[in-house]
């Protein structure tokens, strides 16, 4: 029997409720209906140290045993620890968020220190309700960066909201569904799936 898996989903919105939030929970809902243990992390309460750049001056300094005292310091082994990973974000002038981006820019030293995302299961979301453009280029910033660390895209994982069913402001127009709206907890489901199927078959990657 599989041991439990472990779904981190990280919230780059201030709000904990709004769409970004809700997106995510939806994705979490779907993987803890699927089995896992599923951990929802709001970046916004977090204190994370910015990039401080020590990898530019000393690569050899940039790693997971030489971590300032802030609050990535904890998330470093339930990131370690974790199976799968769902990055969420505002469209903030067509990219991830800043406080998203200072997680991307901070598990740089994961990569550094051997790989140590290579191989886990990652989705995206990007969202905007007022859909004012750039929620590809929001989505995609986050998937280029954690795509060089070596994590594994799941099909389907790179989700935006609302897309192209939406041409207008109209508020109405919300209401119809979103591919990433059907497709969040499916996703969840299926990182569950396909993390089960990697405990039991490791690829040495
Ligand atoms: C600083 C800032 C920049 C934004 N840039 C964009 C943008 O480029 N494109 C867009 O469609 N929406 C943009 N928005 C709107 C947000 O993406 C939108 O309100 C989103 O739904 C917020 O998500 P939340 O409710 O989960 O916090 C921006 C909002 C802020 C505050």
Do not use: C
């Not at 990898?55 to 609050?71: C, E, F, G, T, W």
């Not at 620890?81 to 991307?104: C, E, H, Q, R």
């Not at 453009?133 to 994982?157: F, K, T, Y």
């Not at 127009?173 to 969840?188: F, N, R, T, Y």
């Amino acid at each position: 029997m599989n041991k439990k898996i472990l779904i981190l989903g990280f919230n780059g919105s201030p709000h904990k409720d709004g769409v970004v939030a809700k997106l995510l929970k939806s994705a979490l809902q779907g993987a803890r209906r699927a089995g896992a243990q599923v951990e929802l992390i709001h970046l916004y309460d977090m204190h994370i140290e910015r990039e401080s750049g020590i990898y530019s001056k000393d690569p050899k300094k940039a790693n997971v045993k030489n971590l300032p005292k802030d609050d990535f310091r904890v998330l470093v082994p339930r990131i370690i620890k974790a199976d799968g990973l769902i990055f969420a974000t505002p469209n903030y002038w067509a990219n991830m968020s800043a406080v998203m981006k200072g997680l991307v820019e901070r598990l740089t030293v994961l990569e550094n220190d051997g790989f140590r995302l290579r191989g886990k299961i990652a989705a995206f979301i990007a969202a905007s309700k007022e859909n004012e453009g750039g929620l590809e280029m929001a989505a995609m910033s986050m998937v280029s960066a954690l795509g060089q660390m070596g994590v594994l895209i799941l099909p389907n994982g790179i989700m935006w909201h609302p897309g192209g069913k939406w041409t207008t402001l109209n508020h109405k127009a919300h209401e119809s569904k979103s591919w990433a709206q059907e497709d969040a907890p499916l996703v969840g489901r299926n990182m569950v799936a396909l993390a089960e199927l990697l405990k039991d078959n490791p690829i040495k990657w």
